[in-house]
C-alpha cells in the first residue's frame, strides 16, 4: 500500500514519556486516516498542544476532534488518555508530522489505517544528538526525501548536516541554527542548495549540539514511506 513503515529503531520506546514529542508519521486522505494517543502518566492535570505540520513545515489542517484545524489544545487528567481521531479519507494524500507539547511529562504513539491494508503504529522519534538515514531524490520518477528537526534541547541547537554517496564520500556539508523548541522542515533539494539540479540516493547524517528529534519520510508517486533513524556510532 502507498503508506509503510515505523519509522522508528530498535532503539525506540514505545513508553517514551516526555514533554516534547515527535510522531514522524500522519497520513489522510486517499483511503487513509490517523489517530493520535496521549497518555498522562503524571499525578497532575496536563496541558496539552498537538499541531500536525506537512513536510515542508506547513500548518496541515484536516479534520481533528470533529474539527477541520492543524492544531488542538486540550486538558488532559492526571492517568487520562485520549484519543484524537483524523478521519478524512477523501482526496489526495496528505502526509506530514504530529508535535505534542505539554506541561507535564506524555507518552503517545499514532494509528494509520486504511481498509483492507494492516495497521500502522507510529512510535516517537528517538530523541538524540546524532542520526543518520537513508535519502532519496529522483525527479524522473518523482521521488523526493522529506526531513524534519526539532530541537528539544533547553539551548539554541548548532546542526551540521552531511550528504554521504554510495561510495562513502561527503558530498555536501550544511551548518543551520535551530532555536529552542522550534521544527524546521524541508525536502532534501530545500536542506542542500547542492541538489537544485541534480538528483541523488545516499545518506544523510545530522549531528547536532542539543538533544533533537528527526523525522523522514519518502514520498513518492506510491505514496508515503516513514524512514528509520538510527543514531552515529
Same mark, same amino acid.
Given at each position: 500500500?502507498?503508506?509503510? =513503515?515505523? #519509522?522508528?529503531?530498535?532503539?525506540?520506546?514505545?513508553?517514551?514519556?516526555?514533554?516534547?514529542?515527535?510522531?514522524?508519521?500522519?497520513? $489522510?486522505?486517499?483511503?487513509?486516516?490517523?489517530?493520535? $494517543?496521549?497518555?498522562?502518566?503524571?499525578?497532575?492535570?496536563?496541558?496539552?498542544?498537538?499541531? $500536525? &505540520?506537512? %513536510? +515542508? #513545515? &506547513?500548518? *496541515?489542517?484536516?479534520?481533528?476532534?470533529?474539527?477541520?484545524?492543524?492544531?488542538?489544545?486540550?486538558?488532559?487528567?492526571? *492517568?487520562?488518555?485520549?484519543?484524537?481521531?483524523?478521519?478524512?479519507?477523501?482526496?489526495?494524500?496528505?502526509?506530514?508530522?504530529?508535535?505534542?507539547?505539554?506541561?507535564? !511529562?506524555?507518552?503517545?504513539?499514532?494509528?494509520?489505517?486504511?481498509?483492507?491494508?494492516?495497521?500502522?503504529?507510529?512510535?516517537?522519534?528517538?530523541?538524540?544528538?546524532?542520526?543518520?538515514?537513508? /535519502? !532519496?531524490?529522483? !525527479?524522473?520518477?518523482?521521488? &523526493?526525501?522529506?526531513?524534519?528537526?526539532?530541537?528539544?534541547?533547553?539551548?539554541?541547537?548548532?546542526?551540521?548536516? +552531511?550528504?554521504?554517496?554510495?561510495?562513502?564520500?561527503?558530498?555536501?556539508? %550544511?551548518?543551520?541554527?535551530?532555536?529552542?523548541?522550534?521544527?524546521?522542515?524541508?525536502?532534501?533539494?530545500?536542506?542542500?542548495?547542492?541538489?537544485?539540479?541534480?538528483?541523488?540516493? #545516499?545518506?544523510?547524517?545530522?549531528?547536532? +549540539?542539543?538533544?533533537?528529534?528527526?523525522?523522514? *519520510?519518502?514520498?513518492?508517486?506510491? =505514496? $508515503?514511506?516513514? %524512514?528509520? %533513524? /538510527?543514531?552515529?556510532?
Amino acid at each position: 500500500g502507498p503508506v509503510s =513503515g515505523y #519509522g522508528v529503531t530498535e532503539q525506540s520506546d514505545f513508553f517514551e514519556v516526555a514533554q516534547d514529542i515527535v510522531l514522524p508519521q500522519f497520513v $489522510v486522505g486517499a483511503g487513509y486516516r490517523s489517530e493520535i $494517543v496521549v497518555t498522562n502518566p503524571a499525578s497532575r492535570t496536563s496541558e496539552v498542544k498537538i499541531s $500536525v &505540520n506537512d %513536510i +515542508t #513545515g &506547513n500548518p *496541515l489542517s484536516t479534520t481533528l476532534d470533529g474539527s477541520n484545524r492543524s492544531q488542538l489544545s486540550f486538558t488532559l487528567p492526571a *492517568l487520562a488518555s485520549r484519543t484524537i481521531t483524523a478521519p478524512d479519507v477523501s482526496g489526495s494524500l496528505r502526509a506530514g508530522t504530529v508535535r505534542i507539547r505539554a506541561n507535564t !511529562r506524555l507518552s503517545a504513539f499514532g494509528v494509520i489505517r486504511a481498509a483492507g491494508l494492516p495497521t500502522v503504529t507510529v512510535y516517537p522519534a528517538t530523541s538524540a544528538r546524532t542520526g543518520t538515514f537513508h /535519502v !532519496r531524490l529522483s !525527479r524522473s520518477d518523482q521521488t &523526493n526525501t522529506g526531513i524534519a528537526v526539532t530541537n528539544q534541547g533547553l539551548q539554541p541547537a548548532t546542526l551540521t548536516l +552531511t550528504l554521504v554517496n554510495a561510495s562513502g564520500a561527503e558530498i555536501s556539508r %550544511i551548518e543551520r541554527t535551530l532555536p529552542v523548541g522550534t521544527q524546521l522542515s524541508q525536502f532534501l533539494d530545500e536542506w542542500f542548495s547542492a541538489l537544485r539540479q541534480n538528483d541523488f540516493a #545516499g545518506t544523510m547524517t545530522v549531528r547536532s +549540539t542539543q538533544a533533537i528529534a528527526i523525522a523522514a *519520510l519518502a514520498f513518492s508517486r506510491d =505514496g $508515503v514511506v516513514a %524512514i528509520p %533513524i /538510527v543514531p552515529i556510532e
